[in-house]
């Protein structure tokens, strides 16, 4: 048996760059893994896990948590019926933890995009001037 901590490090631990990869060109992916960080989670009682596979101890992990889902969609700019979807897929691709956390290669990904964005943007603004 295992506690919620462990299972969730040994998740953490176990990320592959792989697993990015639907991000590369899906910006509403993009936003809701951004908007993923603000969420606001609710732990349920803690108790220990008894599965055995790794499936069984992922959704195990979600269901001892809650987060308000309208929430998560207006923060990630979709709309109300999308924002079930996006954070199963998230989900599905292991790209957000139930900590309100999000995968290290995402967070690394999605730091990379940004600064090319903002240097693209500052060499733009340098030759217009």
């Given at each position: 048996m295992?506690?919620?901590?462990e ?17 590369l060109?899906d910006v ?5 893994l951004?908007?993923?960080k ?8 803690m108790?220990e896990?008894?599965f055995e ?5 992922w959704m195990?992990?979600?269901?001892r948590v809650?987060f ?5 969609g ?11 979807g996006l954070?199963?897929?998230l ?6 933890y139930?900590d ?8 690394q990904?999605?730091?990379q ?5 903002l240097?693209?943007g500052k060499?733009?603004?340098?030759g217009?001037g």
């Open positions: 295992a506690s919620f901590g299972i969730l490090a040994s998740f953490q631990a176990g990320e592959v760059p792989e697993d990015i990869f639907p991000l060109n509403p992916l993009c936003n809701a951004v908007a993923w603000s969420v606001s989670i609710t732990y349920k009682p108790i896990c008894d596979s790794e499936q069984e101890k195990w992990l979600w269901s809650e308000d889902i309208s929430k998560f207006i923060v990630a700019g979709c709309k109300a019926q999308e924002a079930s954070v199963q897929r989900i599905g691709l292991r790209l957000i139930p309100a956390t999000i995968n290290a290669y995402a967070r990904l999605l730091s995009k940004i600064m090319a964005g240097i693209s060499k733009k603004k340098m217009s």
